[in-house]
């Protein structure tokens, strides 16, 4: 972004422009549900209740290969908000609140400049504060009806009743989540045959999956109240209308992961005909293209004749110089109290993964995701080995380096093609994409966490670590510190990233033991996991820094019985003032070592 364009967007009184413009500028109406992959009739689901869903298909385009960049909320939403990667400015873990650089802005922004009403109903969750230049309103009462006569518009309203948290629900909190349903739209868990083959077929799995579905019926009622309001104010010719999902099914293996199930999204778009390029939004009509959810911003400025910034990652799939994408990427970093790295790449047919952090299982202990009926169901199973070999594939102690799927002929994802010699061109191709991308967007998951806060602090944003004039060159190291055989090189490396890479991967004894004393907490603690260092790991646990804790609590939980020493110090650490994280995992680690079966939040 050059100079004088940041100053006209921090100078500029973000009010309605006082002469319109010489093309009138489309309405913008953004519908938007939680948790929900293309379960909807329109997407072929045999058990889908969802007319209103079907019926904004056939008014408009479906895409079927639409993703959203992670499986959980508030790194997708950041993502689409800013039309950046969560990785490229630093909000991809969990409940994270980042400081944006000055030239990293909310699309909504430059609507408002251009002279649009945007308003949010109501959920930001961005993993950064929402600046109060982003939108003219934003909370339950936000409404595109408040405008200016004639102003248009950009308006959001998200969904939740498809959330995670009402698939457990039983009894009056069920029903009062679909209080709208009538008598031949409640499913009867018995004749479901959509589960998964990685979820047991129990009567409380299945019971889970009618719930999701009575949930997207619920929605679909909210759909048709909104496309009402639009209607009865006479803008159904004056208003595109896009409608999706932020993530995939929020069950387990599918929320927070990067497979099918948690990352492929339904995407539907009306497009009157006056706003139509190129034949794009013909009525009923199936668009295939990669789809990724960064890309709406971007798109919503193309359609609206507002010049898509250069510094965004996404790029637009509708309106004048639409370019198909090759790829759709996916990250999964920290997810709530856990860490971990796994990257993918998907394109028509095949995705690739890459597991950073191969060593920790699939389904570490995640506070929220273990409340789940469905996740209970699958520790019940594994304790008795009953699970079904797709089931118990995901319930292993560790993940494979990397992963291949083909899609169409494996949609479950279930056999890993990576060790697949015939798949090798494949392999090579995919694994190339993700280590181009990683250093095109300058990816910092790459960085530990604690060293993005320090970066932070000291230089003004995460993003600004991987800025510099030798950002390059020490990105394509951390790249190699994390994938490559040669990680022992970089033990006396000046950046800190890069021995914490050395302490994860490298060889010798000697050398990880001097990383102990490390002017860095992170790769203290690093080191200290390597070892077995307890000591260090629970001074850690004391540290003024909330993230070194949560680094230091994983750690000694991963330990199990071999932490029973520092019973005290993991005692102190449920008092922890700060982050509930924390509390949850140590919470966890003493549960294991003391057989209780203590709850927190």
């Known amino acids: ?78 993502g689409i908000i800013t039309g950046m990667y969560p990785s490229a ?18 699309f909504p922004e430059y609507l408002r400049i251009a002279g649009y009403y945007c308003t949010n109903n109501a959920k930001t969750d961005y993993n950064f504060p929402s600046p109060a230049r982003v939108w003219n309103e934003s909370g339950p009462k936000a409404h595109w009806r408040n405008r200016q006569p004639d102003q248009p518009f950009f308006a959001v309203f998200n969904q939740e009743v498809t959330h995670e948290s009402r698939y457990p629900r039983r009894g009056k909190e069920h029903e009062a989540d679909i209080a709208r349903l009538k008598p031949a739209e409640r499913q009867d868990p018995a004749k479901l045959t959509t589960l998964p083959p990685y979820y047991p077929d129990t009567p409380e799995t299945r019971r889970d999956w009618a719930n999701v579905y009575e949930g997207l019926t619920a929605m679909d009622y909210w759909l048709r109240d909104r496309l009402q309001e639009i209607s009865e104010a006479g803008l159904e010719n004056d208003t595109i209308v896009f409608f999706w999902g932020d993530h995939g099914v929020g069950l387990p293996r599918a929320k927070r992961w990067l497979y099918e199930s948690g990352t492929r999204v339904p995407l539907i778009v009306r497009i009157p005909e006056p706003f139509r390029t190129a034949g794009q939004g013909t009525p009923n009509s199936v668009n295939s293209s990669l789809v990724s959810l960064i890309d709406l911003g971007p798109t919503v400025l193309n359609l609206c004749s507002i ?53 920790r299982p699939y389904y570490q202990y995640m506070n929220t995701a273990e409340q789940g009926t469905t996740m209970r169901e699958i520790r019940r199973l594994q304790a008795s080995g009953e699970l079904s070999p797709a089931a118990a594939r995901f319930a292993a102690p560790r993940k494979p380096v990397e992963e291949l799927y083909d899609v169409e002929a494996d949609p479950h994802e279930i056999n890993n093609l990576a060790g697949d010699p015939k798949h090798r061109p494949t392999l090579d191709r995919m694994r190339a994409a993700q280590r181009k991308w990683a250093l095109d967007t ?89 070892l077995g260092n307890i000591d260090v790991l629970a001074q850690e646990l004391a540290s003024p820094q909330q993230w070194v804790r949560l680094m230091a609590a994983n750690a000694l939980d991963e330990m199990g019985e071999a932490a029973r020493p520092v019973l005290p110090a993991l005692q102190a650490a449920l008092k922890d003032p700060e982050n509930n994280y924390v509390v949850r995992v140590v919470n966890h680690a003493l549960n294991g070592l003391l057989g209780t079966r203590n709850q927190v939040k």
């Open 1 to 78: 972004m050059n100079v004088s364009r940041r100053a006209l967007l921090t100078a500029l009184p973000l009010v309605a422009q006082t002469s319109p413009p010489a093309v009138k500028r489309p309405n913008i109406l953004w519908l938007s549900f939680e948790d929900s992959s293309p379960m909807l009739g329109c997407y072929g689901d045999p058990h889908a209740i969802t007319p209103n869903s079907d019926a904004l298909a056939k008014q408009g385009v479906r895409f079927t290969r639409a993703y959203s960049v992670a499986g959980v909320c508030a790194p997708s939403r950041s």
């Open 89 to 106: 400015v630093g909000s991809m873990h969990m409940r994270s609140s980042i400081k944006l650089g000055p030239d990293v802005r909310c």
């Open 307 to 359: 010049r898509v910034q250069s510094n965004m990652n996404g790029q637009p799939f509708l309106g004048a110089g639409v370019r198909p994408r090759e790829y759709v990427y996916g990250i999964r970093d920290r997810m709530d109290e856990r860490y971990d790295m796994v990257r993918s790449v998907r394109d028509a047919r095949y995705r690739y993964l890459r597991n950073f952090e191969e060593t």
């Open 442 to 530: 300058r990816d910092l998951g790459l960085i530990p966490e604690p060293e993005l806060v320090e970066a932070e602090n000291r230089m003004g944003t995460r993003q600004s670590i991987l800025q510099g004039p030798e950002s390059m060159h020490l990105l394509r190291e951390l790249y190699d510190a994390a994938t490559g055989p040669n990680a022992s090189r970089f033990f006396n490396s000046r950046n800190a990233p890069l021995r914490y890479w050395a302490a994860r991967r490298g060889d010798g004894a000697t050398m990880l033991a001097t990383l102990l004393r490390d002017p860095s907490a992170a790769v203290r603690i690093a080191a200290a996991r390597r």
